[in-house]
């Protein structure tokens, strides 16, 4: 917090934090700090795990702030994730919900005291935060990661993304997302960015905020950077003052970065990393193409042969795995380990590296499982049902039954949402594949989807 709070203490009465409804001055969220750090020291939070589970507004950045200078051990959390996951996760111990929104004060104006400040909001820089991932390899977990990481992260995009005080972050996604988390807030309070927040997301709105705003930095995602791409605007906007829209948490196509470029003039900058590492990898240019760049400061890469784990030569496909000094503890309650024992960890991508160093990635390891002694690649059947007629979209995943046998399932979302089209899709999914990778197929009328536009890994719901 120490350095957050040298980064404005020389701006007090600087706006410094937004949302749509709020504006705070330094000073002001300082104090708002100090006030709810002894709300919830007073409710026996410190060093308990704390569900943060706000909607993105100033309160949420105040709650978590407030948090951690009590040691709590802090969950950002969607509202769209069932609390029972995580009490499953940590039976033992008690998880609290935050206050609701509508929670910042005002406070008459008096002297400072920087010195009693840090001392209040000292901050663990060993103590961690415990956060979510996607569920892009399996169920969600829960991933410890300290100050520490998270600083080192924030200070790789403060480097090279040449982020100043003069910088102003606009921030559409999700804060409980660790990438949004990362880049947004740490980014910020390291480097003395001014932050306003979405607090819903929406691609218009994101636009008309960009003009009236005026920030220099806009983290978004793949689906997001698609929206704007694709947005018919009623009338011109100035978005001018983006100096870099950074995409993260999945794959972009160059042809998108090349229309956010022609169509708004935002030049892209591709961010690769995981809830599990951070962001460890950034391309702030469209070369090489298809490239997602170079790794950041103290980032080690290397590609593994698949099989022997041994490193490969540049333009030889392998595993990605990485490290960094961003990266995470580990998984809550998995004695097992998936670090090798150089300290490296498998991001669960295949690609390779160029003679220069540049980071190619070509896709998702595939998931294989077996059944009756039939090696099944699930992204296999994935990819075949996609290519279907009719088929709009789908997801593959695996159940298990009582006997612990493995049954294979698939999301259907067809074009025409009508018994004809579902009897065509289940006769040429007969045809495409054979008997033994045929799964069960369940048709719904939208595949789920997390905020970030991601398929969701676990749909429990769809027996």
């Known amino acids: 917090m120490e350095i957050f709070i040298n980064n404005f203490k020389e701006r007090m009465e600087e706006i410094v934090l937004k949302d749509e409804y709020n504006s705070l001055s330094f000073i002001t969220l300082i104090r708002n700090i100090i006030y709810y750090k002894h709300y919830y020291k007073n409710l026996g939070l410190t060093g308990k795990n704390v569900i943060l589970s706000l909607e993105n507004s100033v309160e949420w950045i105040v709650s978590f702030l407030s948090l951690a200078s009590i040691n709590a051990k802090i969950i950002p959390m969607s509202s769209s994730l069932n609390i029972q996951h995580i009490e499953e996760v940590l039976p033992d111990i008690k998880v609290v919900p935050t206050l609701s929104k509508g929670i910042i004060r005002s406070f008459s104006n008096s002297s400072i005291d920087w010195n009693l400040i840090n001392k209040n909001l000292k901050i663990d820089k060993d103590n961690v935060i415990i956060h979510i991932t996607s569920g892009s390899t399996g169920e969600p977990k829960l991933c410890e990661r300290t100050y520490k990481s998270l600083i080192n992260e924030g200070f790789n995009y403060k ?188 991001m669960g991508d295949l690609g390779y590296k160029d003679k220069d160093g540049n980071l190619f990635l070509i896709k998702r390891k595939d998931k294989t499982i077996k059944i009756s002694g039939q090696n099944i690649n699930l992204t296999y059947i994935e990819h075949k049902l996609s290519n279907i007629e009719g088929v709009l979209d789908c997801k593959v995943f695996v159940k298990t039954s009582p006997s612990n046998e493995f049954i294979i399932k698939a999301l259907i979302q067809s074009v025409k949402n009508n018994e004809k089209s579902k009897m065509s899709i289940k006769k040429l999914v007969k045809r495409e594949l054979p008997a033994y990778m045929i799964p069960h197929l369940l048709f719904v009328d939208k595949i789920p989807k997390n905020e970030l536009g991601k398929k969701a890994v676990n749909v429990g719901g769809y027996e």
């Open 159 to 346: 480097s090279y993304l040449y982020i100043t005080e003069k910088d102003h972050i606009l921030n559409p996604l999700p804060l409980s997302h660790s990438f949004a988390f990362g880049f947004s807030l740490i980014a910020s309070m390291v480097s003395g960015a001014k932050l306003t927040i979405m607090n819903s997301y929406n691609t218009r709105k994101l636009v008309s905020m960009i003009d009236s705003e005026k920030p220099t930095l806009v983290p978004c995602v793949p689906f997001i950077a698609e929206n704007l791409v694709n947005l018919f605007l009623k009338e011109t906007k100035n978005v001018s003052s983006v100096r870099t829209l950074l995409i993260g948490a999945g794959k972009v196509k160059y042809e998108t970065r090349v229309s956010l470029l022609s169509k708004y003039g935002f030049h892209t900058s591709l961010n690769y990393g995981s809830t599990e590492t951070g962001g460890i990898v950034t391309n702030t240019n469209m070369t090489p193409k298809n490239s997602i760049g170079k790794p950041m400061n103290n980032v080690k890469i290397k590609i593994l042969n698949e099989d022997t784990l041994e490193e490969v030569e540049p333009r030889v496909r392998g595993e990605i795995w990485v490290k960094s000094p961003s990266i995470f503890n580990g998984y809550i309650n998995e004695k097992s380990t998936m670090f090798n024992q150089d300290g490296y960890f498998p």
